[in-house]
Nanobody, 123 residues
Framework: VQLQASGGGLVQAGGSLRLSCAAS????????MGWFRQAPGKEHEFVAA????????NYADSVKGRFTISRDNAKNTVYLQMNRLKPEDTAVYFC?????????????????WGQGTQVTVSS
């Protein structure tokens, strides 16, 4: 299973970025997908998850109302639209494929992980 994240970059506070994660090697549409992030010196943090169908989502309180997770099962891709970015959103963002079709926030329930993409928000 391969997960390839892209779309990170440098943006000013208040700006937007859209992350993408292309998956291969697994029946993409059968499994939930999630985004996590890790800032320097901090723990791995759950950001958002989407169910196998896209019909259910789950967000961390810190991003609720600003970030939107979605998926296109025809393209085997999951997205994270990030709006009104803040400096505290600066981190490496990872996409992950769950062990089932749900939207768990627990990192231990994700079987496969991508390589990460850097997001830097300047103040």
């Amino acid at each position: 299973v391969q997960l390839q994240a892209s779309g990170g970059g440098l943006v000013q506070a208040g700006g937007s970025l859209r992350l993408s994660c292309a998956a291969s090697g697994r029946t993409f549409s059968a499994y939930g997908m999630g985004w996590f992030r890790q800032a320097p010196g901090k723990e791995h943090e759950f950001v958002a998850a989407v169910s196998w169908s896209g019909g259910s989502t789950n967000y961390a309180d810190s991003v609720k109302g600003r970030f939107t997770i979605s998926r296109d099962n025809a393209k085997n891709t999951v997205y994270l639209q990030m709006n009104r970015l803040k400096p505290e959103d600066t981190a490496v963002y990872f996409c992950a494929s769950a062990q089932d079709g749900g939207t768990t926030s627990s990192a231990s329930w994700y079987a496969y992980w991508g390589q990460g993409t850097q997001v830097t928000v300047s103040s």
